[in-house]
């Protein structure tokens, strides 16, 4: 099943960059600067464009002349409330999806997440999402990935486990990425 609402909109091509959920099976996507907001509606086909598209700056004016409002690299949501995680370059933020305020100033993101200071992802992401289990997040990079335990509204997280290849982690996927030797 595709997502038929987002064909021939700025998320067709070159697709999605990110996104995170919301309540629901609603959720915020983006591509490049452009952000929607959508009803994804699983396992029916129905889905459907609530807002936009439109600038991430005019969705979420509080991001307007920032790194953010060119784009985003990755989000995933908080376990505090309506908050959210998002990632551009070695910089991040916390904003709140229902409000579309910043809830803290743009930080790099060693300063909000010391534990990843001397890793592969000190200097940025390239994607990620919010796992199942509470207040853990994956974390990617090139081919390689990490899972974190965050502690919210702190700094204290820590790593579960070392940077590991993706093929590694999840080998069923080695078929479908670009391995390099």
Same mark, same amino acid.
């Given at each position: 099943?595709? %997502?038929?609402? +987002?064909?021939? &909109?700025? $998320?067709?091509?070159?697709?999605? @960059?990110?996104?995170?959920?919301?309540?629901?099976?609603?959720?915020?996507?983006?591509? !490049?600067?452009?952000?929607?907001?959508?009803?994804?509606?699983?396992?029916? #086909?129905? @889905?459907?464009?609530?807002?936009?598209?439109?600038?991430?700056?005019?969705?979420?004016?509080?991001?307007?002349?920032?790194?953010?409002?060119? !784009?985003? *690299? !990755?989000? %995933?949501?908080?376990?505090? #409330?309506?908050?959210?995680?998002?990632?551009?370059?070695?910089?991040?933020?916390? +904003?709140?999806? *229902?409000?579309?305020?910043?809830?803290?100033?743009?930080?790099?993101? &060693?300063?909000? %997440?010391?534990?990843?200071? !001397?890793?592969?992802?000190?200097?940025? +992401?390239?994607?990620? $999402?919010?796992?199942?289990?509470?207040?853990?997040?994956?974390?990617?990079?090139?081919?390689?990935?990490?899972?974190?335990?965050?502690?919210?509204?702190?700094?204290?997280?820590?790593?579960?486990?070392?940077?590991?290849?993706?093929?590694?982690?999840?080998?069923?996927?080695?078929? +479908?990425?670009?391995?390099?030797?």
């Amino acid at each position: 099943m595709s %997502f038929l609402s +987002i064909a021939r &909109t700025p $998320f067709d091509e070159p697709g999605i @960059d990110c996104s995170f959920n919301t309540e629901g099976s609603e959720a915020y996507v983006f591509s !490049g600067n452009n952000c929607a907001y959508i009803d994804y509606d699983p396992k029916t #086909g129905n @889905d459907r464009i609530l807002v936009g598209p439109t600038t991430i700056a005019e969705m979420f004016p509080d991001l307007r002349d920032t790194v953010f409002a060119e !784009g985003l *690299d !990755g989000a %995933f949501r908080s376990t505090v #409330g309506k908050e959210v995680y998002i990632f551009k370059g070695n910089q991040y933020t916390r +904003i709140t999806y *229902d409000t579309k305020k910043r809830k803290i100033d743009i930080l790099d993101i &060693t300063q909000g %997440f010391p534990v990843l200071k !001397g890793t592969i992802f000190e200097n940025g +992401i390239d994607a990620c $999402f919010a796992s199942h289990a509470e207040n853990e997040v994956y974390l990617f990079k090139g081919k390689d990935y990490v899972r974190m335990k965050l502690t919210p509204l702190a700094t204290s997280d820590t790593l579960l486990g070392d940077v590991t290849p993706i093929v590694e982690g999840w080998p069923p996927l080695k078929d +479908i990425l670009l391995v390099t030797e």
